[in-house]
C-alpha cells in the first residue's frame, strides 16, 4: 500500500481529459475539491440519478462547479435501470471522446455505471473512497462499492480501516493509496464564518448548542410506514422536552410523510425546505446533537466536532463511531432515549469532542488524488474482453 505525503499540485493533465462521473448530490460535494484541484482537466458527466435543477444547481453554485454533461432518462428508475441506461451511454461518450482516466466516488449507481464504462473501454480507473464496507448485503451500496473496488486501477482509501478492507479482499497492494477523506477540505472551505453562521442561527430562531439538526432520507427511514412513523416519534419526543428540533426536510421524506399521512408528527419540529450545503454546515456546527441516516454526515460531524446518532442497523463508516463522535441507533425509543443522555451531557461532550482530530486525515486528500490521477493516465492498461 501507498502512504501518500502531501504533493505538489497536479499540472500535467490535458483540459478535459479526466471524465469525473457521478450522480448525486453527496458526489458533488465529496468530489468538489478534487474537480477544482484538477482544474481544466476535470469533465464533470452527471448521471442524472438524483438530478432536480434546484437543488442540484443550487450545490453547482455554491460549490463553484462547471456546469456538467447531463446523461438522459435515467432518474427515477429502479437500480437496474438507472445502471443500464447510465452504462450505455457513457460508453457511448467514451468511445465518441475518450478521456486519460475516469474517476468515481462512494457507492452509487452512478458510480457503479462509471465504473464499468471505464472497464469496458480499458480507460484507468481512480475510485475515491475505496474500501467502505459496511458487511450488510441488504444494502444496495455495498454491492455497489465492492464491484467498483474491484474494477477499479487506483483505490483512494480514506483511512488505514477502509485500506485493511480491502487488502482482505486480496486486491493488489500497488493498487491501494492512503489519501484521507476530501470531506476535510470540503467543510473547511464551506463552512461559513462565525458572522454568517450567527446570521443564519437568528433566521432560524435557534441558540448555539441548543437544538437538534435532523435529516432523514434513507429508502430503510421513508419507504414504509413503520420505519418513518419510528423517526419521527422520537424526533417530536425530543422536541416535547423544549429543545428545538431543526429538520430540513427531503423531497423523499416530505412525499412519504404525504403519503403515509404523518403530518400530525411534525408539529412541534420545526420543518424546512432543503437547504444549500453551507448552510447545513452553518447548522451543524452549532447544534448540540445531530440525528441523521446520512453516510456523508458521519463524516462532516468528525470534522465540525459535533455528536451525531446515526439513525441505522448498520455503517460502512465506523470511524466516526470509534473516535467517539457517533452511535448507531435503529428507529425506535431507544433513539429518543440516546438523545435524552447525550443532551444532558452535552457541555462535557462538545467539550471533548471539539479536542478530538477527525479520523479522516490532514485535509490534502484531493491533491494527492491528482497527483496519482495524473501519474495513474500515463499508464496504459489492457483492453477488458
Not at 454533461?69 to 460508453?91: C, E, F, H, N
Not at 475518450?98 to 464504462?117: E, K, S
Not at 453551507?278 to 466536532?305: I, K, M, Y
Not at 469532542?353 to 501519474?375: K, N, V, W
Request: hydrophobic content about 45%.
Amino acid at each position: 500500500m501507498t502512504t501518500c505525503p502531501p504533493p505538489p499540485p497536479a499540472r500535467t493533465l490535458a483540459p478535459a481529459s479526466v471524465a469525473v462521473v457521478l450522480g448525486t448530490r453527496p458526489e458533488l460535494v465529496k468530489l468538489a475539491p478534487l474537480i477544482h484541484e484538477l482544474g481544466d482537466a476535470a469533465r464533470l458527466v452527471h448521471t442524472g440519478q438524483h438530478w432536480d435543477e434546484t437543488m442540484s444547481g443550487r450545490f453547482l453554485r455554491d460549490l463553484g462547479l462547471p456546469r456538467p454533461q447531463l446523461l438522459t432518462g435515467v432518474g427515477g428508475r429502479p437500480r437496474a435501470g438507472q445502471i443500464a441506461l447510465s452504462l450505455g451511454q457513457l460508453d457511448a461518450a467514451f468511445a465518441e471522446d475518450r478521456p486519460a482516466a475516469v474517476v468515481v466516488q462512494g457507492d452509487t449507481n452512478a458510480t457503479l455505471a462509471g465504473a464499468l464504462a471505464a472497464n469496458a473501454r480499458g480507460i484507468p480507473l481512480v475510485h475515491v473512497e475505496a474500501g467502505l464496507r459496511s458487511f450488510d448485503r441488504a444494502m444496495p451500496e455495498e454491492h455497489n462499492r465492492v464491484m467498483v473496488d474491484h474494477v477499479a486501477d487506483l483505490l483512494c482509501a480514506a483511512t488505514t480501516g477502509n485500506a485493511a478492507n480491502l487488502r482482505a479482499e486480496s486486491l493488489d497492494e500497488e493498487r491501494i493509496a492512503l489519501t484521507g477523506n476530501t470531506v476535510v477540505e470540503v467543510v473547511r472551505r464551506q463552512l461559513p464564518d462565525a458572522d454568517a453562521r450567527a446570521a443564519l442561527l437568528a433566521a432560524h430562531g435557534v441558540a448555539p448548542d441548543g437544538y437538534v439538526l435532523a435529516t432523514v432520507h434513507r429508502p430503510e427511514n421513508t419507504d414504509t410506514a413503520g420505519a418513518l412513523r419510528a423517526v419521527l416519534t422520537e424526533l417530536d419526543r425530543i422536541a416535547r422536552t423544549g429543545t428545538p428540533v431543526l429538520f430540513p426536510m427531503h423531497p423523499r421524506t416530505r412525499a412519504a410523510v404525504e403519503r403515509f399521512a404523518l403530518d400530525g408528527l411534525l408539529a412541534r419540529i420545526a420543518v424546512t425546505g432543503p437547504v444549500g450545503y453551507a448552510e447545513f454546515l452553518g447548522l451543524a456546527r452549532h447544534a448540540a446533537l445531530l440525528v441523521s441516516d446520512s453516510g456523508g454526515v458521519q463524516e462532516e460531524c468528525t470534522v465540525l466536532g459535533r455528536p451525531l446518532l446515526v439513525v441505522r442497523r448498520s455503517t460502512e463508516r465506523p470511524e466516526a463511531v470509534e473516535a467517539g463522535f457517533a452511535a448507531l441507533v435503529p428507529p425506535g425509543p431507544g433513539l429518543g432515549d440516546l438523545a435524552a443522555d447525550w443532551l444532558a451531557d452535552s457541555p462535557e461532550r462538545l467539550a471533548r469532542l471539539a479536542a478530538t482530530p477527525s479520523p479522516y486525515g490532514d485535509g490534502l486528500a484531493s491533491a494527492r488524488i491528482a497527483a496519482l490521477t495524473a501519474r495513474l493516465s500515463e499508464r496504459p492498461v489492457p483492453v477488458a474482453a
